[in-house]
Each structure stands twice: as structure tokens, then as C-alpha cells.
């Protein structure tokens, strides 16, 4: 079966700092990959997805950066952390071309200080 | 798009009612048509979907209705319990990459 693994659930970092989450997807094979963000109390915002190796299409210009080193690796990251960039940080995958369900990780929530 | 700034709407209904849930829609172009289950601190979890060539789906205690013409969508919780308080997105997909949710709703269930 396919599973999906994101670290940490929870990060604290200062302002400034940078930030790597990672993603991995275990049971698939090039799976379409999705970072999105949510605000407390607020809706999904996608970030980033990507269709395969070394593809990533950016939704919103922001902070942050995503690699996708390896089919079911997918990485989020930034060089300096802002105090905007707090949130509860989601991946997610879907079965390329066929998918009609996206499956999510458990969620990082991220605070920076 | 705009609708992830917005906090999210609520709903309270007594345990044991049935809960109606609704969902507009933008994107003419999705063909398939979700709904997820979020409890705090918690990924979203598939509930149900529905194609979009259908308009009414049923699964277990739940039921999904798509009304193309309005693009809404709505979905139905039958005797609402405790463990059904969360947070519920609806979500659009074409089978292609990229799935545009809505903006969900809160549901407290109240025992």
C-alpha cells in the first residue's frame, strides 16, 4: 500500500533561519507531489507540485523553494525564514494523470520566532 | 486561490441531526469532485467523491450532491456524532495535477 511521510510534525525556528521539510512517498511510482500551506483557522494554499524529477511549478511567488531530487522525494525549503512563513505546511501526492484523489501527509506545523 | 485567506465558515449542529455542508465552486473544468475530512493538527482525509457526470453519490452515512448548473456542491452527514467535528474541504480535480479546494467549513458537533 502507499504511504506518505513528512518530518517534522512540528519546527520552531528564528527568523532568518532556513528551512528544509522533507516528503517522501513509499508503494507509487511518479506520483504527481504537492506542497500546500495552511494558515490557522484558514483554507489550503497550494505551493508548489510537481510532475516529476527536477519539474516544480510554483503557485504563488513567495519565500520558499521546492526540489524534487528523486521520484518520490519532494522538498521544501528556504534560505531565510520570515515570521509570514508560519503555518501548518501540508504534502500531498496523486497518481499521475489518473488521480482523483490527493493523499496527505500528517503536516508540519511550522512556527518561526 | 482567493478563498485560502478567508477563515472558514462554522457550523454547529446537535448530535444526532444530520449536517449539510455546501461548497461553491469556480473551476468549470474539474472532473471529479472531493470531499475531505480535517481534524486538528491532521492531513485531510478522503470522505467521498463524485464525478462530475453524476449528481448525487452515497457512501456510509454520508451523501455528496453536485449541481453543475449553480456549481455547488454539497455534502450531507447523516445523525451527526461527536467524532465528526472537523474541519471539511471540498476540492476539485481534472485528473491532471492539480487539486483547487475550497475554502471549508468547521463543524462542532454538539453532544
Known amino acids: 500500500s502507499q504511504t506518505i511521510h513528512q518530518w517534522p510534525a512540528t519546527l520552531v525556528q528564528p527568523v532568518g533561519s532556513p528551512l528544509s521539510l522533507e516528503c517522501t512517498v513509499e508503494?507509487?511510482?511518479?506520483?504527481?507531489l504537492y506542497w500546500y500551506r495552511q494558515a490557522a483557522g484558514r483554507g489550503l494554499q497550494l505551493l508548489f507540485y510537481?510532475?516529476?524529477?527536477?519539474?516544480i511549478s510554483s503557485e504563488v511567488p513567495q519565500n520558499l523553494s521546492a526540489s524534487r531530487p528523486q521520484d518520490r522525494q519532494f522538498i521544501l525549503s528556504s534560505k531565510k525564514l520570515l515570521l509570514s512563513d508560519s503555518g501548518f505546511y501540508l504534502c500531498?501526492?496523486?497518481?499521475?494523470?489518473?488521480?482523483?484523489?490527493?493523499?496527505f501527509g500528517q503536516g508540519t506545523r511550522l512556527t518561526v520566532v | 486561490g482567493e478563498s485560502v485567506g478567508l477563515h472558514l465558515p462554522t457550523l454547529s449542529v446537535q448530535e444526532g441531526d444530520n449536517s449539510i455542508i455546501n461548497c461553491a465552486y469556480s473551476?468549470?473544468?474539474?472532473?471529479?469532485f472531493i470531499w475531505y475530512k480535517q481534524e486538528s493538527g491532521k492531513g485531510p482525509q478522503f470522505i467521498i467523491d463524485?464525478?462530475?457526470?453524476?449528481d448525487k453519490r452515497q457512501g456510509q452515512r454520508v451523501t455528496v450532491l453536485l449541481n453543475k448548473t449553480v456549481k455547488h456542491l454539497s455534502l450531507q452527514i447523516a445523525a451527526t456524532q461527536p467524532g465528526d467535528s472537523a474541519v471539511y474541504f471540498c476540492?476539485?480535480?481534472?485528473?491532471?495535477?492539480?487539486?483547487?479546494f475550497g475554502t471549508g467549513t468547521s463543524l462542532t458537533v454538539i453532544p
Open positions: 508503494g507509487t511510482s511518479n506520483p504527481n
Open positions: 510537481s510532475v516529476g524529477i527536477g519539474q
Open positions: 476540492a476539485g480535480t481534472n485528473t491532471g495535477n492539480q487539486f483547487y
Open positions: 473551476n468549470s473544468a474539474s472532473d471529479y
Open positions: 463524485i464525478r462530475s457526470n453524476m
Open positions: 500531498a501526492w496523486s497518481v499521475r494523470y489518473r488521480g482523483t484523489e490527493a493523499f
